[in-house]
């Protein structure tokens, strides 16, 4: 049984940082591994996607601003968020996957964690 655990998030001013974290665990499998966020009223779209082999994918609205890296030993994933914006609140979700169609909503998930930007 995969499990997928997030971590951070909260609440942060304009123009701050945080940083997610997330661990895939209950398998011996490499995951390719996604943040997504889904703000009320949205649909929950892919911010950031990374393979085994490091290859990342953005998001047009956060490139510049948000790096994702992973740990491959640890099946870990992290999502560092710099300049944030109010629009960047939403919960936040991780994503391990063994394909990299990160714009079909499959794999495993974790139950989300909630970002604010105040304004």
């Known amino acids: 049984q995969v499990q997928v655990v997030e971590s951070g998030g909260g609440l942060v001013q304009a123009g701050g940082s945080l940083r997610l974290s997330c661990t895939a665990s209950?398998?011996?499998?490499?995951?390719?591994m996604g943040w997504y966020r889904q703000a009320p009223g949205s649909q929950r779209e892919l911010v950031a996607g990374?393979?085994?082999?490091?290859?990342?994918t953005y998001a047009d609205s956060v490139k510049g601003r948000f790096t994702i890296s992973r740990d491959n030993a640890k099946n870990t994933a992290s999502l560092q968020m710099k300049s944030l914006k109010p629009e960047d609140t939403a919960v936040y979700y991780c994503n391990a996957r063994l394909n990299t169609r990160y714009q079909s909503l499959t794999g495993y998930w974790g139950q989300g964690t909630q970002v604010t930007v105040s304004s």
């Open positions: 990374i393979t085994s082999g490091g290859t990342t």
């Open positions: 209950g398998s011996t499998l490499t995951f390719s």
